[in-house]
């Protein structure tokens, strides 16, 4: 019977450690970053730090952005400081490079004026079923030296119903303290985007839109656009989903080929305005889920019931030339 007791023992010993690796956990390295944990493996970082000790630490670390991982939480599928390719873009990111205050223009885009500056998380919950956590950044220029923007910037993790892996909300509440501002460029220079790791094979990115003919570099709010790339050998399927409370006329960028897109709003805040901003991000591996269960997960999150669109799927600009297609994919 001695060996029946090991193996109880065993039981007790293990079962509180297997419990810990189901469903979601957050573990923080403080000063650098938290990782969202999904039954034990790395969904998500967000990358906190800021460092201004040497222009190189200052230029890894001005502003923090979410890295979203592959399915076994190995490496992350988006990019991350240091990409050769337009290194400000980095994971799941928002910012605008022309920010209008006391009559000059500011680029918290590219980080030319200044830096995004975490400053400490006013919440942390993670259980079985979710995880969320809100970051107080602040939005600070160098010359003047100011905070223009107070940001509460709150992420929340579900597991997608499959084919989906991982569903990804995103609020951004945006205070104006000092002064009027207004959020302007264009939708290559603004909004809150996603960009994949810089060595995607840019000729097989392929996007999709919910709509017959779309022609994304002039059309306005999309409820949601889709996009596959491909990397390191695998492909990977993310939507963007618009909240309808977000600013209208909202265009989107949505056809470059090594893969940033995402929605581009505008606008203009008084002194002590909030604008706050809703999307919710579906991370899928392999190729794109069906029409209708993107329109589901958008139904979802908007909470209203909207059919099945007809749809685009467009090679992005540059990529290799395919026939558009305006049909349903069911």
Known sequence: MRWLGFV?????????????AEGFELKDTPGQYLDVLLDGHIAARYMYAHDT???EKR????????HVFDAA??????????????????????????IAFEGKQYNLWEMASGDIVHEKFLN??????????????????NKPSTTIIDEERTMTFH??????????????????????????ADPEHGGVQYRPAGDIVAKETVYEFPTQHA?????????????????????????????????????????????????FPKATLKKGDTLTLKYRFLIADGELPPPDYIQNQANAFTGHPTPTPQTTI?????????????????
């Not at 109880?8 to 297997?18: E, I, K, M, R, T």
């Not at 467009?314 to 069911?330: E, H, L, Q």
């Open 8 to 20: 109880v023992l065993g039981l007790l010993v293990l079962s509180p450690a297997a419990r810990a």
């Open 73 to 98: 939480g190995k490496e992350p599928i988006t990019q991350g400081a240091g990409g050769k390719q337009f290194p400000h873009h980095r994971g799941i990111y928002i910012g605008w490079k022309k």
């Open 215 to 263: 022609d994304p570099h002039k059309d306005k709010d999309y409820p949601w656009v889709a996009e596959t790339y491909t990397l390191r050998g695998h492909r990977y399927s993310v939507v963007e989903i618009n909240s309808p409370e977000n600013p209208t006329g909202t265009r989107w960028s949505a056809y470059r080929d090594y893969g940033r897109f995402g929605a």
């Open 53 to 55: 000790s040497t222009k």
């Open 314 to 330: 467009r090679p992005a600009d540059g990529a290799k030339p395919t026939k558009n297609k305006s049909t349903p994919r069911k």
């Open 59 to 66: 230029l890894e670390t001005y502003k923090p952005y979410l």
């Open 159 to 184: 597991r997608a119903p499959a084919p989906g892996r991982l569903v990804i909300d995103f609020t951004s509440k945006l205070t104006a303290p000092a002064g009027d501002l207004v959020l302007d």
């Open 124 to 141: 942390q919950h993670a259980d079985a079923d979710s995880a969320t956590f809100t970051s107080l950044t602040h939005w600070h220029l």
